[in-house]
């Protein structure tokens, strides 16, 4: 079994930083991509950022390019997400994606953490 767990949500003024960390665990043997998605109430949930181990492809969505930064530590099976100059219409719950994760028992499945809450102050 592989959990996410995320942290560093939390509330920011506008123009703010916040860092939110995923930590994957579990019989892990690799992990393709993993990411961020985020969900406003009433919303869908949108992809922010996304770090694919294959072909070495970084992506984000247009409203978060220059201001927000994914990074990836394989070793650690985790994934960071630096968020500079906050804005109101970043509140969202933002959840962690592990995608195409390979277990030990050779079992492919992709998951998602459980969300943290990030909220944007005027």
């Known amino acids: 079994q592989v959990q996410l767990v995320e942290s560093g949500g939390g509330l920011v003024q506008a123009g703010g930083s916040l860092r939110l960390s995923c930590a994957a665990s579990?019989?892990?043997?690799?992990?393709?991509?993993m990411g961020w998605y985020r969900q406003a109430p009433g919303r869908q949930r949108d992809l922010v950022a996304v770090d694919i181990a294959s072909g070495g492809t970084i992506d984000y969505a247009d409203s978060v390019k220059g201001r927000f930064t994914i990074s990836r530590d394989n070793a650690k099976n985790t994934v960071y997400l630096q968020m500079n100059n906050l804005k109101p219409e970043d509140t969202a719950v933002y959840y962690c994606?592990?995608?195409?994760?390979?277990?030990?028992?050779?079992?492919?499945?992709?998951?998602w953490g459980q969300g943290t809450q990030v909220t944007v102050s005027t």
């Open positions: 994606a592990a995608v195409e994760v390979v277990t030990t028992d050779g079992g492919e499945a992709d998951y």
């Open positions: 579990g019989s892990i043997f690799s992990i393709n991509a």
